[in-house]
């Protein structure tokens, strides 16, 4: 047997607890009575044994639902099935300039859910929707390129990490290193064992990194890509508008929203897409988008073999309802032997 949310175990430290302090409590109960034989034999009642039993079967129950919030299960099997996948890094930009509103369907409201990042983040879990059987990875990028997650068959994981995917607040922030991002893919999907590779760029293309020590081209990394024989497929994520409102927070924590410059360098994307035999598509272009995926279902596949826990027989209905019977028994155990809910 294992347990969905474990952690949820921890709660049995307050009972522990409350069971010391019962016993220690019954122990030390009593008074002083010089002859105890001119008390006579004292008739216990039933409502002495049931206020006693109530607080033990409150306990009792409480356990039990305890063990009903940790979700104790058992795997009834797991699946092995062969897929025909591919490996394939999805590279996000989180520069600052993804913050940019200029994406907002007309009539709808600014707000965190209209930046650029956000139709990003909607294309990627897109994506990974119509590539159920295939290796995926994420990495971001803005000053400064992050590997988020390996090549994984495990993506309802990668989405989560996806939720977590923030634009980073602080010195620097507007800058784009498509190069580096580029670049750290490439190194994520070199040692992958499928015969077909490909990068998935969601950029506006703004790469504005100038002389930075280790900083690396876009082009160059486009180049490295080509002679490694991965495809880099790029989605241009903007508009043309050179003045457009723009998702800010201040040094208090609060969003507020103010027209800035922005940029959007379709051309560098189409060049890497070019370079590297891959395509090119607007963040919004349907068609584009559907010709990629076609065109992505042609490339060679590998088989491998993939295992998943899909089945399981929950326990924890059972848990759920001892506890609340026995929480109701010794509710009205203590109504009838001590007149008091507990």
Known sequence: MSFAYPYALALFLPLFYAAWRMLRASRGTGFKFSAVARIGKVRTTWRYYAASLAPWLTLAALALLVVA?????IPLGKNRKNVDSIAIAMVADVSGSMSTLDLTPEGMKYSKDTTRLAFVKRVFADFVARRPDDLIGLVTFGTYASA?????????????????????????????????????ALLRLKDAKLKSKIVILLSDGMSNIGER????????????????????????????????????????????????????????????AAKTDGMYFGVNDKEAL??????????ETTSIEAMEWNRWDEYFPHFLSGGTALFLVALCLSMLGARRLV
Do not use: C, W
């Open 69 to 73: 919030s940790s979700r104790p299960r």
């Open 148 to 184: 988020r997650s390996p090549l994984t068959a495990d993506h309802e994981s990668l989405l989560k990490v996806l939720e977590g995917v923030e634009i980073p607040m602080g010195d620097g922030e507007a800058e784009t290193a498509v190069g580096d991002g580029l670049s750290v």
């Open 213 to 272: 020590e280790g900083a690396v081209e876009p082009s160059v990394a486009a180049d490295s890509a080509a002679k490694m024989g991965i495809k880099v497929y790029t989605i241009g994520v903007g508009t043309s508008s050179r003045i457009a409102p723009r998702l800010f927070v201040d040094m208090y924590g609060r969003e507020i929203i103010r027209n800035s410059q922005t940029g959007f360098d379709e051309a560098q994307l189409k060049e890497i």
């Open 290 to 299: 559907e010709a990629a995926l076609a065109e992505i279902d042609q490339l």
